[in-house]
Each structure stands twice: as C-alpha cells, then as structure tokens.
C-alpha cells in the first residue's frame, strides 16, 4: 500500500507539487515561529507589542495582494495555455511596475495620517515608515511569484516563498542588537522581503523564455475586468484579517508597553490554533465541490458542516494542549511571559469561533455567496466599538473577541442554512479561483 502511495505521488504532480508546497510552508512556519522566540528574548521589555502591532498592520494591508496575485495568475496562465510564455512574463513585468507605481502614489497620499498612527500604537513615526515599505514589496513580491504559479513551477515557487522567514530569521538578532529595538526587527523583515523580491526578479530574469520578451507583440492591453470578480474576495480577506489582528493593534492603544508584551504573547499563542484549521479548510473544499457535483447541494453543505465538526474537534485538542503546556510555551517565549498565564487559556477558548469561521469564509468564496462580507463587515464593528468602550482589562477586550467571533460563526452558519441551492455552471472558474486564494 505504502508503495502504491509514493507511485501516485510520482506519476501524479497535484500530489507531488502539493508536497512541495506544503513541505516549505511547513518549513517557513517554524522559521517564521523561530522568529517570534528571537523578538521575545531579545526585545526589550515593552517592545514585543510593537513589533506585532507594526506585524499586524503589514498582515491586514497586505491581504488586497491576494487580488493582485490572483489577477497576475489569470492573465499570465491564459498567456501560458497560448504557448506566449515571453508575452506571459512581460505582463507580469509591467503589472509589477504598475502595481509599485500605485502603491507608492496611495502611500504617499496618506502620509499626513502616519503621525496620527505613530501615536495611536505607540510607536516612532520611522517605524510607520518601514512598515509600509514592507507591505509595497511584499505586493510586488506577490506578483512575481505567483507567475512561477502560473509557469507550473512550484519547487521554485515553494524555495522563493521559503526565502522571505529564513533571510528574515537570519537577519533578526543582529539587527535587534545593532538597533537595541524593535525598528532592528522591521529593519530585518524589509530587508527579508526585498531579498525574496531580488531572489524572485532573479529567477524571471534567468528564465530561459525571458530573451523572447524582447520580441513579443506588446499591442495586448492587460484584461482590468478580471479585477471586478476579485474585489468581494479582497473584502472579505481584509475583513477577517481585522478580526485576527485588531486585538494587539487596540491593546497599543490601552495598556502600557510591558502589559502590550504580555498581551501580544498569549495573542501568538491563541491563533496558533489556527495552524491545524487552515489545513481542514484546504481538504474540506474540495469535497464540498466533489459532493456538489455527484449527490448535490445538501450533501456539500453536510461535507461543511463535517469540516466544522473537525476544527471544533482540533481546537478542543488545541484548547487542552493549551491547558496543559501552557507554562512551557510561555517559558518558550522567555520567562517573564509567565505573567500571561492568567489570561492564555481563556484567549485560546475565545478564538475559537474566529478560527472555526475561516471554513464557513473559504465556503463562501467558492461558492460566491457575497452576503458573507455584512456579517465579516458587522463582526469588525462589534469588534473595534467592543474596544473603544472595554478595555479596562484583559479580560475585556479578549470577551469583546469572543463575541464578536460568535456573532459572526452564528451569522454564516444562518446564512448558509437559508441559500438556495448554488448553480453547477458557476462552480468550475470559481473553484479555480478559490484554488489561487487557498496558495497564498
């Protein structure tokens, strides 16, 4: 049996390039962990708050890139399927620079806010600054990247996609020191992101179909309409990213630097559950397209609701795991995050409901069920008045999560109980672009 399994992953590339993908994400997940037990012995106290408050900043803006990537991804692989590999790579070219070109221009437009900012999390108006340079390449990064997803060249994809926490992990301990704080650590994050963009350019430019762009037809206008289908898909991202990582931004705001540290680590260790979720969501979905086709639309509603069952299961695992370890995970992070022990078990139990939601979302997606973003759109206000009005304590502003994740479980679920049966003929190109989504 075990061997009829390593022939099927030889001879069939969806299991073998899933491998590759799955073994560097893996891979830059526990550099980019390694990463978090750097900022949290070498910081200063008080100073690990900032850096995940300027992390979280970079997380919520950078998710409009995964329109970005996924619009490279069409246009380059219909390019590809006409054997216009030069004209392929050209467009990503351009795109890149056009993309720069407007990121730089929206950055520069808002600069009279970043002081405001700069107050508002507590930290030097520098910092904005280099934040912002971070998610500007990170936007680019994505866009050349995501050509070697078109290319089918996903062991390159998967090295390119690794170099971004490795050079980042590389870079961090020396740049704290040398900048006694937390701007070494952003310092170190840019300085991994425009190595992964030079790594990326390179590997295009080397390419062996990058001397014919020279020669291509450049009369082909980019195909901006296929923008109009990603929007929704952007809201929603954005959405949900202000749901992970609202709470430490806010908790800048509200508590003094050493309690943000103490707050940001028991944070870390909450969505951690969200490592064992996002893998359910990527084996439920296909078998909620599959049960679709073959039995019908009740049947890919229950193979949802088997996946929920699951992450509920994996996250009452994750929650004892928790109870348990917790000392030893906090000592992980440096013995003075011991403090946050009071407080971690009830954040893990009170995230719950975010995590478990990402599977109704990924549902949503695919399916196109756009009424998705009132619920993500009211969970964000919940969230945000929640801590504009609690935040005396902890303890506050992790129920203010707690209920604004169940409002929002809740919500999805009613809405999924009451849609209609989804149509057959719109699930292929949605699945595909639910396909895109799911590798970023």
Not at 101 to 107: G, M, R, Y
Not at 276 to 293: F, T, W
Not at 360 to 384: A, Q
Request: net charge neutral.
């Amino acid at each position: 049996m075990i061997s009829k399994v390593f022939e099927k992953i030889k001879t069939d590339r969806f299991y073998s390039d899933s491998i590759v993908l799955i073994f560097f994400t893996v891979l830059g997940n526990l550099f980019a962990f390694l990463v978090n037990i750097i900022y949290t012995r070498s910081l200063p106290p008080g100073q690990y708050g900032a850096v995940m408050s300027l992390n979280s900043i970079v997380n919520i803006l950078s998710t409009v890139a995964v329109a970005f990537r996924m619009f490279n991804v069409r246009e380059t692989s219909n390019l590809i399927l006409e054997k216009r590999i030069g004209k392929a790579i050209s467009v990503s070219y351009k795109f890149s620079i056009y993309s720069f070109i407007v990121i730089l221009s929206l950055f520069v437009l808002f600069s009279p806010f970043y002081s405001s900012l700069a107050m508002f999390i507590n930290v030097e108006y520098f910092a904005i600054f280099l934040t912002l340079a971070v998610v500007i390449f990170s936007y680019i990064t994505s866009i050349t990247s995501s050509l070697f997803q078109s290319l089918k060249m996903f062991f390159v994809l998967g090295v390119v996609t690794f170099v971004y926490p490795f050079t980042r992990f590389i870079f961090t301990y020396p740049y704290v020191l040398l900048w006694n704080g937390y701007i070494g650590a952003i310092v170190a994050t840019l300085i991994g992101i425009v190595v992964c963009f030079v790594v990326s350019s390179l590997v295009v430019v080397l390419h062996k179909d990058y001397s014919s762009v020279l020669y291509e037809n450049d009369n082909d206008n980019i195909n901006l309409s296929y923008f109009l289908p990603l929007i929704p898909i952007v809201l929603i991202n954005v959405f949900y990213s202000v749901l992970n990582f609202g709470d430490v931004i806010f908790s800048r705001r509200y508590f003094n630097e050493v309690d943000t540290d103490i707050f940001a680590v028991a944070s870390t260790v909450a969505k951690a559950n969200l490592f064992v979720i996002v893998p359910i969501s990527y084996v439920v979905l296909p078998r909620m397209i599959e049960d679709l086709r073959k039995k019908g639309y009740n049947a890919s509603v229950k193979a949802l609701f088997k996946g929920i069952l699951l992450a509920i299961l994996s996250s009452f695992f994750y929650v004892v795991f928790v109870l348990f370890f917790g000392d030893i995970i906090l000592t992980i992070f440096g013995e003075r995050y011991l403090a946050a022990k009071p407080i971690l078990f009830m954040f893990t139990i009170c995230f719950v409901p975010i995590g478990v939601s990402l599977i109704l979302i990924n549902y949503g997606i695919v399916f196109k069920n756009w009424f998705f973003m009132i619920p993500l759109l009211l969970s964000d206000l919940i969230l945000i008045l929640g801590f504009i009005f609690f935040h005396s304590t902890f303890q506050e502003m992790i129920l203010v999560d707690f209920v604004a994740g169940c409002f929002l479980f809740l919500s999805l679920v009613v809405i999924i109980l009451l849609s209609k049966r989804e149509k057959l003929e719109s699930l292929e190109e949605e699945s595909t672009l639910s396909g895109d989504y799911k590798s970023i």
